[in-house]
């Protein structure tokens, strides 16, 4: 087994690494979230010691003493970025900077330790690097790299915990929804809220996740693929999906997303597109629309586009809103102009395919 050190991390070589041939099979066909690459990242944080022991090495079961708290009171963050192969053979991370900030406000949120953004950048990118192997080539295909921070002190007592393990995992992924690129049928909730002032629905914690599992099962039982949540106050206002963040396009070329107010995930994906957007001279609105604006501008015309976004799934047309008593259909289920332009500009930046003017791509090999 190979050892060496790199910068802060002691690197491990797996020594029994999943055998080539079978590697390639998974990375032609991924799927997602389907197969985990060989290795992963662990760095352990105490009151005592600090950040301490971190570690690239090969991929193992963790081992908790069942009275660990994340069991019990879901002290648990987590993050999600890409690498993405590049034309000339290396890759590349896209903005991992932002995720490490955004780590920290999750973290903030739920009383969780800080990590230095240089040490979380670095293990992602030490990770990626060691498992390059696992990078997709074809198509969309890429190496979704999921960090994550859970509190291990041992105690049944609820308080802030005194003890944290960060870890990243590599797996890699092809595209989010089954039907490729068409669109994507979202119910609103009435029953179920997200995410309410003073809440936790600008962290990314596991706990959000859970939450919105019983409006997900609600949404497939109508027929939906994914829930659209409005504002806890008044249930009017157009928040987000439960894993993605949402934007309008209307008629006259003008785009609009909701404002974060602090309960909706400040996503990666959105603000790069509203950068993008803007340096094609579009108009973007950073500002609430209702539900009732969204079904009015349907019957109007005047809403000629609605698509999701976040790292995961990119751009994913909405052509299907459904809720108690109304089902009305957006465009004609594809990728729209608008849509399909920005998807297109941000994955050719992503994918090393076009000029990087905001200094996101983030070179690894
Ligand atoms: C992660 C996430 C997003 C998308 O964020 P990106 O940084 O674009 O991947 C949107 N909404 C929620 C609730 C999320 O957890």
């Known amino acids: ?7 802060q991390f002691a690197i491990e070589q797996s020594a029994t690494p999943v055998p080539a041939a079978e590697r390639e099979a998974m990375v032609a066909n991924p799927g997602f979230g389907k197969y985990l690459t060989d290795h992963m990242a662990t760095i352990r944080y105490s009151a005592e010691k600090g950040w301490h022991d971190a570690r690239i090495g090969p991929r193992e079961n963790l081992s908790l003493n069942p009275s660990t708290m994340v069991l019990h009171y879901a002290g648990e963050i987590f993050e999600g ?14 903005r991992p900077d932002a995720n490490a900030r955004r780590f920290n406000n999750s973290a903030a949120r739920l009383a969780m330790a800080q990590i230095p953004e240089e040490l979380f950048v670095e293990s992602v990118r030490e990770l990626a690097r060691i498992d390059q192997a696992w990078i997709p080539s074809e198509g969309d295909g890429s190496l979704y790299m999921r960090p994550f921070m859970i509190g291990t002190e041992v105690a049944i007592g609820n308080h802030p915990s005194d003890s944290f393990l960060y870890a990243v995992i590599a797996s890699p992924v092809g595209s989010y929804f089954k039907g490729g690129v068409s669109g994507v049928s979202v119910w609103v909730s009435e029953d179920f809220t997200r995410a309410a002032p003073g809440g936790t629905g600008a962290a990314k914690c596991g706990g959000n996740y ?15 693929e994914q829930v659209v949540f409005l504002d806890a106050v008044e249930r009017r206002w157009i928040e987000e999906l439960a894993g993605m963040n949402v934007f309008f396009v209307f008629e006259d070329g003008t785009l609009q997303t909701p404002p974060l107010t602090g309960t909706i995930l400040p996503g990666v ?13 579009m108009t973007v609105h950073e ?11 349907i019957a109007s015309g005047k809403l000629v586009e609605v698509f999701a976004c976040g790292t995961a799934a990119v751009v994913a047309p909405i052509s299907q809103i459904k809720g108690q008593g109304f089902d009305l259909k957006i465009g004609d289920g594809g990728m729209a102009p608008v849509t399909a332009d920005l998807r297109k500009s941000l994955t050719d930046i992503q994918f090393g395919r076009a000029d990087d003017p905001h200094g996101w791509v983030d070179r690894i090999s």
């Open 269 to 281: 994906t959105r603000d790069s597109l509203i950068q993008l957007a803007r340096d094609k001279g």
């Open 287 to 297: 500002t609430p629309y209702a539900i009732d604006e969204w079904r009015r501008d």
């Open 81 to 94: 970025m890409k690498t993405y192969r590049h034309p000339d053979g290396g890759a590349a991370l896209f």
């Open 1 to 7: 087994m190979e050892k060496r050190q790199a910068g």
């Open 210 to 224: 859970a939450a919105a599992l019983a409006a997900q099962a609600e949404a497939a039982k109508q027929g939906c």
